[in-house]
């Protein structure tokens, strides 16, 4: 049989069938998790009718889910770091699965946010932890494909939670979309018989403490962290102001899912294109290239009426080269920090979302006094800092994947 080699300071030693079936399973994790998470942006027209709520209010409650499921992340990385990935890969899916399903029994904001951040706790409870659980099942070769199947889980959750949770509301109700909490528990406890044990090799090195970790973003992490945070950045602003301008336009709450899942589903096919891409071509101009051209495909899916053909075909290209950032930044930071892969993935998955979606606060207020389209369109130059930061020179030597 043969045995992949993997190094001691990671917690998984296993056959390549097993780590085939280690990085599907965080995958389905990753799918559940994420489809869950994706069911406030599809109701938050009818959240703020029910509950009074404005736009700026709106984009602050999506804040506050976001800040919830981003700033503990690192902590969590350094936790399954050091005593094992196993329990944060199946109870952070349950956590979100269960407190996400009550959003529509929430009688205030104030309820509402704090079903939200419990909800946003187990996903940030599960992302370091699943990144590192999936690009450490196996050493070197193929890191990038394994991290986009990892984020491939994430986003076709996120593509298909709006269409779920908006048929269910259809025939239930808000009041009873409670019941969606179901599946969640039943796949979590499957994969609690399908993962294997990652309990720390006795001789591998403790992980340095979070904060320690934080000191990289001096070097090449600090120019990456800035790149993840515009792609939260971006996501968290499609996905707050596009229900609004599709409701705005006098498009149904159906279509308006729609329109996500266009996004979301253009996001899932981005990280299978940059996870193989990052393993076959000089990061920097991939990176460069994919935020460059995401400017002009974001700037027609906010412009362009709402829902219309043209526009979806934009809204899932912007999705595809906003996602498609994905898998690159996260094998980098892992890559950067080898000994700490979770924090490192809590670093740049958690924090830098975290202050995309705190930048996404100012422009809901713009979008307050300008409307949200025009509020949209402003925010996107922002997008060529990071192809300017994709060329920072202390990236040089992690330009091109370790194989090549």
Known sequence: MHVTRVAKSDPIRVSRGTTRRVVLAVGVAHFINDAYSSFLSPL???????????????????????????????????????????????????????????????????VLAAILIAGGIGSAAFHPPGAAMSGGAAEGKGSGLRMSIFAFGGLLGFAVGPLIVV??????????MWVAMLPAIAVCTVLAFVLPSDRPHPDAPKPPPPLEVLRALRGPLGAIFVIGALSGFLQRLFLTLSPIISFQDGVSEATGAIVLSTYMGGQAVGTLVGGVLSDRMDRRYLLAGLTALALPAHFFAFWLPAA??????????????????????????????PESKGVGSGI???????????????????????????AALMSLPLLLIGTVLAFHPSLRPHRLPDHA
């Open 167 to 176: 048929a269910l509301v259809a025939v239930v109700g808000l009041s009873g």
């Open 44 to 110: 938050l027209p009818r959240l703020m009718d029910r509950l009074g709520m404005s736009i700026a209010l709106a984009a602050i409650l999506a804040m506050t889910w976001s800040l919830a499921g981003s700033l503990i992340q690192p902590a969590a990385g350094y936790l399954a770091d050091r005593y094992g990935r196993k329990f944060f890969v199946i109870g952070g899916p349950l956590i979100s699965g269960v407190f996400l399903s009550l959003i529509g029994l929430a009688p205030s904001v104030a």
């Open 308 to 337: 219309s053909p043209l526009m979806l075909m934009f809204a899932a290209v912007a999705g595809l080269l906003n996602l498609a950032l994905m898998p690159p930044v996260i094998v980098l930071a892992q890559e950067i920090l």
């Open 348 to 374: 740049v998955m958690g924090l830098a979302w975290a202050v995309g979606s705190v930048a996404v606060i100012g422009f809901g207020f713009l979008g307050d006094g300008i409307g949200p389209r025009p």
